[in-house]
């Protein structure tokens, strides 16, 4: 059974790194430079912070019925905010690249 204390970790850390993601997708975004290279390297960084962070919880906790259902909950939450992060990096490629055709 998903514990309080496992979905508040979920949501605490997703919510940390969609920060720390959209701060510097903005910062990216006002220069104009190498948009989907950061994309990607943000992607790579998520997913290596993310197995950090579930194998530093896999190591305090003991009870491995504790730690199958953090993992399920913290991959649901990941891949939700994988797709709006998604979704958030399509429709600004999509704003800046109506910006430039209005700019021709």
Do not use: E, H, P
């Not at 940390?16 to 948009?35: E, G, I």
């Amino acid at each position: 059974m998903v514990t309080l204390t496992d979905i508040s970790l979920c949501a605490a850390y997703a919510l940390l790194q969609a920060l720390a993601y959209v701060w510097a997708f903005k910062a990216m975004a006002r220069t104009q430079q190498r948009l989907t290279l950061f994309a990607l390297a943000a992607g790579a960084a998520r997913m290596l912070t993310s197995a950090m962070f579930v194998l530093a919880y896999m190591l305090m906790v003991g009870d491995a019925g504790r730690r199958r259902t953090f993992v399920v909950a913290f991959l649901v939450c990941y891949l939700l905010t994988l797709t709006f992060d998604v979704a958030y990096f399509i429709r600004t490629q999509n704003n800046i690249g109506l910006k430039k055709n209005l700019n021709k």
